[in-house]
């Protein structure tokens, strides 16, 4: 995908109606911190558009970013961050619920985790939870750098036990730091959004 622009268009936060528009998204979903801003400002190839923090919870709203006018990619807030107040926790499950309900035009959703971790309770809540809607999540395994390259392998294996993933699904480690992978998710948004 060539890039030649990119808008923060819209902020959805627990009250405000989702966008209505023509145009195919793929969203992503995954714990605080796992690296769902950085991926899709490597996508973007922007630094710092997407705001990134060393601190969770960064993003609690749903953000759609529009590539080219063409597409959407969506940032989704994460879960799992311990110091979130169990009303949040309840808000932030009615506003990904309706998003993953409700958008017509959702294509795809991208499950993140740290390539360095066993899946957690969460994660697997959540990969279920993508499942129950009717998407198979294709798994991006973030932080490769942090990863000795003889471990890469058996991580991946790691999270295809840990999530008990269907078989066929797609695994594609990433790197914001290096890039690695960006090619390759790129193709997978480009076949399912027919772009
Ligand atoms: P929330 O918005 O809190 O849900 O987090 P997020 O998933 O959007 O994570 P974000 O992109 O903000 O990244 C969190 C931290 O991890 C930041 O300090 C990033 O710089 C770092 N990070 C993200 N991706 C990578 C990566 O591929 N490699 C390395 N080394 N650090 C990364
Ligand atoms: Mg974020």
């Not at 966008?19 to 793929?26: D, L, M, N, Y």
């Not at 705001?51 to 759609?64: D, H, L, Y």
């Not at 973030?142 to 890469?152: A, E, N, Y």
Request: aromatic share 8%.
């Amino acid at each position: 995908m060539v890039i030649k622009s990119v808008n923060l268009e819209t902020v959805c936060g627990i009250t405000s109606r989702l966008p209505e528009h023509e145009k195919p998204e793929v969203a992503f979903a995954g714990k605080s911190n796992v690296g769902k801003s950085s991926l899709i400002n490597g996508l973007m190839n922007r630094k710092s558009y997407a705001r990134i923090s060393a601190t969770p919870g960064k993003t609690q709203t749903i953000n759609f970013y529009n590539i080219n006018d063409a597409m959407y990619l969506v940032d989704l807030p994460g879960y799992g961050y311990a110091k979130v107040s169990e009303k949040e926790k309840i808000q932030w499950g009615k506003l990904v619920e309706r998003y993953l309900h409700g958008s017509p035009r959702l294509k795809a959703v991208f499950l993140l985790i740290d390539i360095r971790h066993v899946p957690s309770a969460n994660d697997r809540m959540m990969y279920e939870w993508i499942l129950d809607k009717g998407f198979q999540p294709i798994m991006i395994l973030t932080k490769l750098d942090k990863l000795k390259r003889s471990q890469v392998q058996k991580q991946i294996k790691v999270v295809k036990e840990g999530l008990d993933l269907v078989p066929g699904t797609k695994v594609i480690p990433f790197s914001s730091v290096t890039k690695q992978g960006r090619d390759e998710i790129w193709e997978v948004i480009e076949a399912c959004t027919e772009l």
